[in-house]
Structure formats: C-alpha cells, structure tokens
C-alpha cells in the first residue's frame, strides 16, 4: 500500500506566501474577527476530561486577565466548593451573589443583565436548578444571558454531557444525572481544552489512587473523547463559516475516510484499513462507489457484496453519479471535508481505465490537501 499527500504548502513557490490556501485556524480567526459585532452574545466552554483537571482555576485567572485589560469582568456562578487558592483570586473580582432558594441556589439572571458587563463567567455548567427557579437548568440561564448579548465563558467536564454520559460512565463506573446537551456544547464559539495530564486528575477516591496504570488508562480514553469532541466543534463552526460566506473550500478538522470501491477492489482490506484508522481516531468512515451505467451482471453482484462488507462494518455507504469518477469522488470529497481516500489500483483494464491518461496519478495530482492510500486488487 502507498500513500501520498499533496498539499498547498508544495505550491507556494509557485504562487507566492501571499496567494496560498488559507488554513482552518485562519478561516476560524478571521471568522471572529468578522463576527464580532453581532448582537448575539458570545460562548466560550473550558472543556474537562475529568474532575480535577483545574477547569475553575483556568476560568478565573482568565477573568483576571481580562479584568486587567479594563474589561467589565463579573463571576456569576462558582461550584459549592472553592478551594482556598481560588477564593484568593476571587478576592480581586467582582462576584454577583447567586439567589437563594428553597433547596438551593440559582444564578441571579435579572441582576447579571442588569450589570451587563463584557464577560460573564459562570462555573458548572450542568448544575440543575432549584424547584421555582427561572430555568430548569443553568445552560439555559447561560442560554438566556447569551441572548441578552452578554458574553459567557463557563466550564464542564465531558462525563456530563448527555449524549456521552452513558459511554463515560461505562468507563469510569459513575452516574450522573444533571447534563448538558450535546447540542448546546457544539455550539459554543470557543472550546479550550484544560488538557492537564492524567497524573493531575486530582479529585479521585484512594481506590482510584491506588488503581495505577487502570486508571491512567481510563483517564487516557476520556482525554481522547473531550480532544475528539473539540474537533467537532471547530469542525462545525468552519462549516457554517465557510457555507455562510458561501467558499467552496471543505476542510475537515476530523478524520473522515472514505473508501473508494470498485468491483475489483479489495474491499475487505481496504475496509479494515479505514475502519482502523476511523476508530483510532474517532472519525468517520464512508464507503463510495460512483455508478456506472454499464455494468456486467457479474459486476454488479461483486459490488453489491462489497457494500454489505461497508455495511457490516458500520460504514456510511454513498452512492455517486458523474461521468468522470475521478471527478464525482473529488467533488464529494472536498464538499463533506474528507481527509484521506482509500482506492484500488491495479494494471488491469476496468472502471478506472476508462479514464483519460493514469487515473490512480490524477487523483493524486487533483487531491490537494487529502491523504490518499493506493491499494493493489
């Protein structure tokens, strides 16, 4: 198997630094930087794989650095414990006390809009209301406050997030019941990781203490998840970004495969191939095949064996129209942000040598900026 990349940096020569092709990070600042002056308030989430990892004192010295900057800085929520380090910096911020309630505590919404300051910071995101609050649970005071135009910056770990909740706890063994939804988490404009290493996961029980390398393990995996669901949401917001100032340019900022099938492919390798490298790196696998009118009988039915195999193997199969299938599968690649093209190759007539000149070095020649893997059939 050969793999190949061809990527804008290989033209700059050619084109000039100033002319070449803008990377996702620049779309994303320059994105920012245009859309700074909506009226929507702005979200930024410090994401956590694990109790401990120093999400509050992250926030707080963030609110300190802002406040220096003369920015109306206010601190609108804390968890119900602060360590004593973090009371000190709280020392030098301005706090809006939460209201009191039968049962507990909620965010004081009418005085923190009131106040409308620059930047709001809310600790625990997923914290449930007490009965008679405003809101059910705190993501929609922070929902409430964003449409008021206020900037929020807060915190969560991943293990409260709904829809991963159920596969944190498979690893962990712990149970929540107060999240937040996937769905508001990926919208947020901003999600910084507190990416501390596993030893500094400091709020563990001695059983856990003492599990060593397990739990070194565990912690391993729920790292990869909140890095994992960080590229989603950056992918998410380059999309909307690029689809709403309507540039063709797809970038993926996740690991999308797509495995391009013929009826002689080796489609058994070459899914195995793809579904490895999508599992280790959380992405997503596709399974393509561009339909060609003139099919033998013999033909069709290896093709169809070939996408149950995509099926079994949980892969999304598509299938592709276009005269030109070099064509269809760059065009749908660059539209759904695929990183790397799984083909097969081989020195025998068929599909791909119909194609005008060698079709494997022409996909390779038009694929800029996507990895592609040649296998032989």
Known sequence: ??????????????????????????????????????????????????????????????????????????????????????????????????????????IDI??????????????????????????????QDVRELMNAGIKVVTSVNIQYITELAPRVEAITGKHVTQTVPLSFVESADEIEIVDAPEETALERSEDERRGGHAMAERLSVLRELALVLAAQVVDRQLGAYLDEHHMPERFGAQERIMVCLTPRSNAREMIAAGRAVAGRFHGE????????????????????EKLALAREAGARVEILDGDDPVNAILEFARSHGITQLFIGHSQRGGVWSRLRGNPVERLIRESEGIDVRVFPQ
């Not at 989430?45 to 300190?64: P, Q, T």
């Not at 809009?113 to 405003?134: E, K, M, T, W």
Request: charged share 30%; hydrophobic share 35%.
């Open 1 to 106: 198997m050969k793999r190949f990349r061809r990527t804008a940096t290989a033209e700059v020569g050619i084109m000039g630094a100033e002319e070449r092709r803008k990377t996702p990070e620049e779309f994303l600042r320059q994105a920012e930087a245009e859309e700074a002056s909506r009226t929507r308030g702005y979200l930024k989430i410090f994401l956590g794989y694990a109790s401990g990892v120093g999400k509050s004192s992250r926030m707080l010295n963030e609110a300190l650095r802002r406040s220096s900057r003369g920015q109306h800085v206010i601190i609108g929520a804390l968890q119900p414990h602060v360590s004593a380090e973090l009371q000190e910096l709280l020392k030098k911020l301005e706090v809006v006390p939460e209201k009191r309630m039968d049962g507990g505590v909620a």
């Open 110 to 139: 009418d005085e923190i809009i009131r106040r409308h300051p620059s930047v709001c910071f809310i600790d625990g995101l997923a914290y449930d209301n007490p009965p008679g609050a405003r809101n059910p649970c705190r993501w």
């Open 285 to 304: 696998l596709i399974v393509a095949y561009v339909n060609q009118p003139e099919v033998s009988a013999a033909d069709r039915t290896a093709l169809d």
